[in-house]
Nanobody, 123 residues
């Protein structure tokens, strides 16, 4: 059974940085796509970033391009989201997600989800 456990959220001032972690277990993830989504109160869950566990290109929402970086550590079976130059509009619950093979940007296309971690950016 795939398990995804996020950590690293918190309260930060605008312009600050946070690094989220997603510890993955239960499978060999070499064929998987790992992604980060976020959901603000009253809004739909939206795509943030994605990458293939095996490496290669990374994909970002326009709203975070140049500020956020997705990466993974094979030895730790962990995916990260480094968030820099944070803005109040980045405030949301951030979720780690996984699916097999192809990159996707719609939440409905992902099979596995973590429980989420709250990120709050104060102005």
């Amino acid at each position: 059974q795939v398990q995804l456990v996020e950590s690293g959220g918190g309260l930060v001032q605008a312009g600050g940085s946070l690094r989220l972690s997603c510890a993955a277990s239960g499978r060999t993830f070499s064929n998987y796509v790992m992604a980060w989504f976020r959901q603000a109160p009253g809004k739909e869950r939206e795509f943030v970033a994605a990458m293939r566990w095996s490496g290669g290109s990374t994909y970002y929402a326009d709203s975070v391009k140049g500020r956020f970086t997705i990466s993974r550590d094979n030895a730790k079976n962990t995916v990260y989201l480094q968030m820099n130059s944070l803005k109040p509009e980045d405030t949301a619950v951030y979720y780690c997600a996984a699916r097999v093979r192809a990159i996707a940007t719609m939440a409905s296309q992902y099979d596995y989800w973590g429980q989420g971690t709250q990120v709050t950016v104060s102005s």
